[in-house]
């Protein structure tokens, strides 16, 4: 099959002034994870290499560069699904990985369990052979400013990627430090099964950002990959599901990228803007960073 991916930078209103960065660093995860399913490589390692590269990237909140919580300390939680086997890898409000992502693919590849929390995330991590690093240096000095601001407004968001590979296998990946200003230890819909990602061979895979108490609510990549069970294809169930999720609540801020089983892309949200990068039918890699010039 014809591998496909698609990566986004968090759906919210951020200012257009961080486009140009933020572009950037999404063509840059898109040619990383397309090189990855070119080279034959599978669809789990292309969602991971891509939001790596989005983790490192200070614009977004996810990894370095994230927004601490209301204590001054970033917490960042990880989702990775593997559509093939339906397992998947998460952790939660980790606090020493500058990878929570590669954490959570530990987690699905080298533990018995799915799911890991707080310092026993981190201390998994440093078993599993992951450095540690001081949560201080994950924190930018942008995002330190923004907590001493107390202004929860305004960034780029959580990031994510999903993949098909030539094997039609398909992958969904979610990284995020959450909510800015956050009260510690509370979590949202990225790390969780169906809220922040969902992955499912022959069905296709989904991946939300965006306010997460309504996106958990809602298992709103659950119930995207529903639709495409019953036949829709992945812009028909990433409307539906953005329609959904409108009539549940007020305002919902939600954003979704979706892949269908038989690769088609979509893309649907219901904030301001939503920051994508993909490749498209012409074979090059494409970005849009406010949910306009989104073409298959
Ligand atoms: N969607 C990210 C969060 O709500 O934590």
Redesign the pocket.
């Known amino acids: 099959m014809e591998p496909r991916i698609i990566v986004h930078g968090?759906a919210w209103d951020w200012a257009d002034d961080l486009h140009g960065a933020m572009a950037g660093y999404l063509q840059q995860a898109t040619a990383v994870g397309w090189g990855v399913l070119q080279a034959g490589g599978s669809a789990l390692d292309a969602v991971e290499r891509a939001v790596n590269v989005l983790e490192d990237a200070p614009v977004f909140?996810a990894g370095t560069g994230g927004i601490p919580n209301a204590d001054g300390v970033l917490e960042m939680?990880a989702l990775i699904v593997d559509g093939a086997t339906h397992k998947f890898g998460a952790v939660a409000a980790v606090r020493q990985v500058q990878y929570p992502i590669s954490l959570a693919r530990k987690v699905l590849e080298e533990t018995d369990h799915c799911f890991f929390v707080g310092a026993g995330a981190d201390q998994l991590a440093a078993r599993l052979g992951m450095p540690l690093v001081p949560n201080a240096r994950l924190i930018t000095p942008e995002a330190f400013a923004q907590f001493k601001r107390a202004d929860a407004t305004g960034t780029a968001?959580?990031v994510g990627a999903v993949a098909m590979d030539s094997m039609g296998n398909v992958a969904a990946a979610?990284s995020?430090?959450?909510?800015p200003l956050?009260p510690a230890g509370?979590?949202?819909?990225?790390p969780l099964l169906g809220s922040?990602g969902f992955a499912w061979n022959g069905v296709g895979a989904a991946g939300?950002?965006?306010?997460?108490?309504n996106?958990m609510q809602a298992l709103l990549t659950k119930y995207t990959c529903d639709k495409m069970a019953q036949g829709f294809t992945a812009q028909e169930a990433a409307n539906a599901a953005i329609h959904y999720i409108d009539g549940m609540f007020v305002n919902s801020m939600a954003g979704l990228i979706v892949i269908d089983g038989r690769g088609r892309l979509g893309v649907a949200h219901s904030t301001p803007k939503i920051a994508i990068g993909w490749v498209g039918d012409d074979g090059a890699i494409h970005t849009a960073m406010d949910g306009s010039g989104f073409k298959k």
């Open positions: 968090g909140e939680d968001d959580t979610t995020t430090s959450g909510l956050k509370r979590v949202g819909d990225s922040g939300a950002t965006g306010y997460g108490e996106i």
